[in-house]
């Protein structure tokens, strides 16, 4: 019989642990947490110090009946699920459950799942972390007080289903702000005047304008444009003067060797932006994947094994045995002069939780091409990921030969550089990927240079002029979102997948071509929000919030003070927004339209899916209808939204429209291109053999549906919305939304032997 009973969060864990201890262990799962707050109701008491009324899962009544028997015959229990807050309540809370009170109970952390750091664990301890517990309460509380508060009035106001979040509204309003600023940016015109040079030697390269007397070059339209490079043209030109024509010499030759530092191993935020940005995978998917890679992955005759260290981390530190081991292996692969004489030490930021380390291999005796047979190809392409970054960030700068040429031709400066590498250094093993953007406007020209000396006259070859536009701020894409709300304080690394995951489910941002658009939904929710909770909307209040769990998590402030000091100026915002927030519900806009019933004039209201016509004679005439395409209300109607989707035939960009079938996208440029095309959901259809999409149609009665494009060749259809994840348990390759009356919007598998739903998520 076991004498010591190990308690973990995931099913996949046991058997990795398993395979590392005797028979004197027995290891079971609580499959995430067992006890939450009642979906029906609030659950916190504000009058009685906000106390939380926790309750037992219905699924995991029987993991706890299971559980406590086997405590029962355990005289000691290790609870290691994971080294966070939310692994810690999980942990309190089967403490409680367990009433362990003449037991020898354990805290154990596991920053990784190998041999080594799993039996150090169990032989050195902790206890359970009271600090740390009450951070993760009052974080539950909080959100808990915003969301089933604020989003009631949603419903009443604009419609149900509809929910509000402490961080999930700050990050739609990011958006929303962005789409502002994008809205109301005036672009102004200048222009870049470049000249190519021949000197002595070859070959001939480009100089750019950066001066004129002295000063900032600012060429701001297209005379003073072409009066420069008249004056510069003349000895090249039919009608120049070359008697007296500018003289381009070298006034100034810099030369230097410029190191590029190696970066340090990824952190949470960091992993899922560079996933996003050189895999194209989302903050959700990367966190699953990265899961899997932390809980253990089938290695053939070797069993589980993980293969990573833990994934929710805000830290940069390594680990003293993994820093000997990957100078080792650097040394052992690659040439003396990639080892740095001694191991980088990269500093973590701010309240940075050291007790956790950077993301990384657990071993390195697993190498990525080795284990590839074991992993799915997004398993090996995030592995290479975290293992390359790991390498390289052990390893020596790279060296680069940078050149600077300065080219006088009175009054006017000119400017080139170039760089050669001279040593690879850790780029030989990775390099950073970048966001996609715009040439910044004072970019200089660069490329290969050649051997020139100070005082050298240059010939003049061909001057040209570019008319540029300045560039409103890109829109967030799932990346520099991540990037924002880290360097803004908003919410923490754990979270951020769950955010981006959530404000797309709940329609208020879509994902275009990979980059964040609010809904109109999305705007009115801010909108009003906005208006009747300004604090709670407010990013360095939201900041502050995510300080103060720091600090309870220290031990240096109070749950009850920091929710105290929250909840009055809240209260009376929930009281005044029950009565003065907008109606969005019963607001009517005026249309030329007539109704095709009564003939009475046709309003835009707001409704479950969106704007919608509808008789002015409600309730005597029910008439409703779509917003249809060319009738002139599109122009106030969602049915302009551009998106970033091009017509195949003009060229010019789709706006998502709503006609007799649904919604759907048609050309911008109508009436002149009547282009259409239906709108993809990113979602392959599932029969066998065919290579349709899933696209949103309506029947001829209104109601929207969900179908094959290869229609009437294929005839799948469903009622539900499709959504482009695979189920986490039967792998389904898509998942529907559902909607309930109580519980609004979720995501259920459409196996209904698989029964999977994100509702206890």
Same mark, same amino acid.
């Given at each position: 019989?076991?004498?010591?009973?190990?308690?973990?969060?995931?099913?996949?864990?046991?058997?990795?642990?398993?395979?590392?201890?005797?028979?004197?262990?027995?290891?079971?799962?609580?499959?995430?947490?067992?006890?939450?707050?009642?979906?029906?109701?609030?659950?916190?008491?504000?009058?009685?110090?906000?106390?939380?009324?926790?309750?037992?899962?219905?699924?995991?009544?029987?993991?706890?009946?299971?559980?406590?028997?086997?405590?029962?015959?355990?005289?000691?229990?290790?609870?290691?699920?994971?080294?966070?807050?939310?692994?810690?309540?999980?942990?309190?809370?089967?403490?409680?459950?367990?009433?362990?009170?003449?037991?020898?109970?354990?805290?154990?952390?596991?920053?990784?799942?190998?041999?080594?750091?799993?039996?150090?664990?169990?032989?050195?301890?902790?206890?359970?972390?009271?600090?740390?517990?009450?951070?993760?309460?009052?974080?539950?509380?909080?959100?808990?007080?915003?969301?089933?508060?604020?989003?009631?009035?949603?419903?009443?106001?604009?419609?149900?289903?509809?929910?509000?979040?402490?961080?999930?509204?700050?990050?739609?309003?990011?958006?929303?702000?962005?789409?502002?600023?994008?809205?109301?940016?005036?672009?102004?015109?200048?222009?870049?005047?470049?000249?190519?040079?021949?000197?002595?030697?070859?070959?001939?390269?480009?100089?750019?304008?950066?001066?004129?007397?002295?000063?900032?070059?600012?060429?701001?339209?297209?005379?003073?444009?072409?009066?420069?490079?008249?004056?510069?043209?003349?000895?090249?030109?039919?009608?120049?003067?070359?008697?007296?024509?500018?003289?381009?010499?070298?006034?100034?030759?810099?030369?230097?060797?410029?190191?590029?530092?190696?970066?340090?191993?990824?952190?949470?935020?960091?992993?899922?932006?560079?996933?996003?940005?050189?895999?194209?995978?989302?903050?959700?998917?990367?966190?699953?994947?990265?899961?899997?890679?932390?809980?253990?992955?089938?290695?053939?005759?070797?069993?589980?094994?993980?293969?990573?260290?833990?994934?929710?981390?805000?830290?940069?530190?390594?680990?003293?045995?993994?820093?000997?081991?990957?100078?080792?292996?650097?040394?052992?692969?690659?040439?003396?002069?990639?080892?740095?004489?001694?191991?980088?030490?990269?500093?973590?930021?701010?309240?940075?939780?050291?007790?956790?380390?950077?993301?990384?291999?657990?071993?390195?005796?697993?190498?990525?091409?080795?284990?590839?047979?074991?992993?799915?190809?997004?398993?090996?392409?995030?592995?290479?990921?975290?293992?390359?970054?790991?390498?390289?960030?052990?390893?020596?700068?790279?060296?680069?030969?940078?050149?600077?040429?300065?080219?006088?031709? &009175?009054?006017?400066?000119?400017?080139?550089?170039?760089?050669?590498?001279?040593?690879?250094?850790?780029?030989?093993?990775?390099?950073?990927?970048?966001?996609?953007?715009?040439?910044?406007?004072?970019?200089?020209?660069?490329?290969?240079?050649?051997?020139?000396?100070?005082?050298?006259?240059?010939?003049?070859?061909?001057?040209?002029?570019?008319?540029?536009?300045?560039?409103?701020?890109?829109?967030?894409?799932?990346?520099?979102?991540?990037?924002?709300?880290?360097?803004?304080?908003?919410?923490?690394?754990?979270?951020?997948?769950?955010?981006?995951?959530?404000?797309?489910?709940?329609?208020?941002?879509?994902?275009?071509?990979?980059?964040?658009?609010?809904?109109?939904?999305?705007?009115?929710?801010?909108?009003?929000?906005?208006?009747?909770?300004?604090?709670?909307?407010?990013?360095?209040?939201?900041?502050?919030?995510?300080?103060?769990?720091?600090?309870?998590?220290?031990?240096?402030?109070?749950?009850?003070?920091?929710?105290?000091?929250?909840?009055?100026?809240?209260?009376?915002?929930?009281?005044?927004?029950?009565?003065?927030?907008?109606?969005?519900?019963?607001?009517?806009?005026?249309?030329?339209?007539?109704? &095709?019933?009564?003939?009475?004039?046709?309003?835009?209201?707001?409704?479950?899916?969106?704007?919608?016509?509808?008789?002015?004679?409600?309730?005597?005439?029910?008439?409703?209808?779509?917003?249809?395409?060319?009738?002139?209300?599109?122009?106030?109607?969602?049915?302009?939204?551009?998106?970033?989707?091009?017509?195949?035939?003009?060229?010019?960009?789709?706006?998502?429209?709503?006609?007799?079938?649904?919604?759907?996208?048609?050309?911008?440029?109508?009436?002149?291109?009547?282009?259409?095309?239906?709108?993809?959901?990113?979602?392959?259809?599932?029969?066998?053999?065919?290579?349709?999409?899933?696209?949103?149609?309506?029947?001829?009665?209104?109601?929207?549906?969900?179908?094959?494009?290869?229609?009437?060749?294929?005839?799948?259809?469903?009622?539900?919305?499709?959504?482009?994840?695979?189920?986490?348990?039967?792998?389904?390759?898509?998942?529907?939304?559902?909607?309930?009356?109580?519980?609004?919007?979720?995501?259920?598998?459409?196996?209904?032997?698989?029964?999977?739903?994100?509702?206890?998520?």
């Amino acid at each position: 019989m076991p004498d010591s009973l190990i308690i973990v969060e995931s099913p996949t864990k046991v058997k990795t642990i398993k395979k590392y201890l005797g028979a004197d262990y027995d290891v079971l799962a609580s499959k995430g947490h067992i006890k939450d707050l009642p979906k029906k109701t609030l659950g916190i008491d504000p009058q009685n110090e906000f106390q939380p009324t926790y309750s037992i899962l219905d699924d995991k009544k029987k993991v706890i009946a299971d559980l406590k028997k086997a405590a029962k015959h355990a005289s000691r229990i290790y609870l290691a699920p994971d080294p966070d807050r939310e692994g810690e309540a999980i942990a309190w809370h089967i403490a409680e459950e367990l009433k362990t009170k003449n037991k020898e109970v354990y805290r154990v952390l596991f920053n990784d799942l190998t041999k080594n750091t799993v039996l150090d664990a169990l032989s050195h301890p902790g206890e359970l972390d009271f600090n740390k517990y009450e951070a993760q309460q009052t974080r539950r509380i909080l959100d808990r007080l915003v969301g089933y508060q604020i989003s009631p009035i949603l419903w009443e106001k604009v419609k149900r289903g509809l929910s509000a979040g402490r961080v999930q509204s700050v990050a739609v309003r990011m958006i929303c702000d962005r789409e502002e600023e994008i809205k109301g940016f005036n672009p102004e015109e200048y222009w870049n005047i470049s000249v190519q040079l021949k000197g002595e030697n070859p070959p001939p390269f480009e100089a750019k304008l950066v001066k004129i007397n002295g000063r900032k070059a600012k060429i701001a339209n297209s005379a003073q444009a072409e009066g420069i490079v008249t004056l510069l043209s003349a000895p090249i030109s039919a009608g120049g003067d070359p008697s007296s024509p500018p003289r381009f010499v070298v006034s100034k030759l810099e030369k230097k060797e410029v190191k590029k530092a190696s970066l340090p191993p990824f952190t949470t935020s960091k992993l899922q932006q560079e996933a996003s940005r050189l895999l194209r995978f989302s903050a959700k998917k990367t966190m699953m994947t990265a899961q899997k890679l932390y809980e253990g992955i089938e290695l053939g005759e070797e069993g589980p094994v993980g293969l990573i260290t833990y994934m929710r981390t805000d830290s940069v530190r390594i680990a003293d045995d993994a820093l000997q081991e990957v100078r080792s292996y650097i040394r052992e692969n690659y040439a003396p002069a990639f080892l740095p004489s001694k191991a980088h030490a990269y500093k973590n930021k701010g309240k940075t939780q050291d007790a956790h380390e950077a993301i990384r291999p657990a071993s390195l005796n697993y190498k990525p091409q080795d284990v590839k047979k074991f992993l799915t190809p997004d398993q090996f392409r995030l592995y290479s990921l975290i293992w390359n970054r790991f390498v390289a960030s052990q390893m020596n700068p790279a060296l680069y030969d940078q050149t600077t040429i300065h080219v006088s031709a &009175d009054p006017y400066l000119f400017r080139s550089q170039g760089a050669i590498l001279k040593f690879a250094g850790y780029t030989i093993v990775y390099t950073e990927g970048k966001e996609e953007k715009e040439q910044p406007e004072d970019a200089e020209a660069e490329g290969i240079l050649p051997d020139v000396k100070e005082g050298e006259q240059l010939t003049l070859l061909k001057v040209k002029s570019d008319q540029k536009f300045t560039q409103p701020p890109p829109r967030f894409s799932e990346a520099s979102l991540v990037r924002e709300l880290e360097e803004k304080g908003i919410g923490r690394p754990s979270t951020y997948a769950n955010i981006l995951s959530t404000i797309q489910d709940r329609n208020y941002a879509r994902l275009e071509q990979g980059k964040f658009h609010p809904t109109e939904l999305g705007m009115i929710v801010t909108e009003l929000l906005v208006k009747n909770f300004p604090k709670v909307l407010d990013i360095s209040f939201t900041a502050s919030m995510e300080n103060q769990l720091d600090l309870i998590e220290e031990g240096k402030q109070k749950r009850l003070d920091t929710l105290q000091e929250f909840y009055a100026p809240f209260e009376e915002d929930l009281s005044k927004a029950k009565i003065e927030m907008r109606n969005i519900k019963r607001e009517e806009t005026p249309t030329d339209l007539i109704c &095709d019933k009564c003939s009475s004039p046709m309003v835009i209201k707001w409704g479950r899916n969106g704007k919608f016509l509808a008789c002015s004679n409600y309730p005597e005439c029910r008439n409703t209808m779509n917003i249809p395409q060319g009738d002139g209300t599109e122009k106030r109607s969602p049915g302009g939204e551009m998106t970033e989707t091009l017509c195949p035939q003009c060229g010019k960009n789709m706006l998502i429209k709503f006609g007799r079938f649904g919604r759907f996208l048609g050309c911008s440029g109508y009436p002149d291109c009547k282009v259409t095309m239906p709108i993809s959901l990113g979602v392959k259809c599932p029969q066998e053999g065919c290579n349709g999409e899933i696209i949103e149609k309506r029947t001829k009665k209104g109601r929207s549906f969900f179908g094959c494009s290869n229609y009437p060749d294929c005839t799948f259809a469903l009622w539900d919305r499709p959504v482009p994840e695979s189920c986490p348990r039967c792998h389904s390759p898509f998942l529907v939304e559902k909607y309930s009356r109580n519980e609004g919007t979720y995501k259920a598998c459409p196996n209904k032997e698989c029964g999977y739903t994100d509702k206890d998520q």
